[in-house]
Nanobody
Framework: EVQLVESGGGLVQAGGSLRLSCAAS????????IAWFRQAPGKEREGVSC????????YYADSVKGRVTISSDNAKNTVYLRVNSLKPEDTGVYHC?????????????????WGRGTKVTISS
């Protein structure tokens, strides 16, 4: 059974940084794409970044490009999302999602497994 558990959220001041973790179990990273999505209060879910276990490619939404880095530690079965220069609009619940044999995409409907999320609040 695929399980994803996010951590690392919290209250952070604007301009700071944080690193979110997505601990995965029940599958082999090499066969999966893992992506981060976020949902701000009252807004639609937004794709943030994706990393492919198949070929290592990464993909970033235009809204975060240059401030966000996605990485993975296959030995720990964990994917990280580092966000720098935090802005109040980065506030939201961040979820990681996984799907097997999928090229990187930020289309949420393509992912079948989801974590419960970690809440990030950026104060101005």
């Amino acid at each position: 059974e695929v399980q994803l558990v996010e951590s690392g959220g919290g209250l952070v001041q604007a301009g700071g940084s944080l690193r979110l973790s997505c601990a995965a179990s029940g599958f082999t990273f090499d066969d999966y794409a893992i992506a981060w999505f976020r949902q701000a209060p009252g807004k639609e879910r937004e794709g943030v970044s994706c990393i492919s276990g198949i070929d290592g490619t990464t993909y970033y939404a235009d809204s975060v490009k240059g401030r966000v880095t996605i990485s993975s530690d296959n030995a720990k079965n964990t994917v990280y999302l580092r966000v720098n220069s935090l802005k109040p609009e980065d506030t939201g619940v961040y979820h990681c999602a996984a799907e097997s044999y999928l090229p990187c995409t930020l289309k949420a409907g393509r992912f079948g497994s989801w974590g419960r999320g970690t809440k990030v609040t950026i104060s101005s």
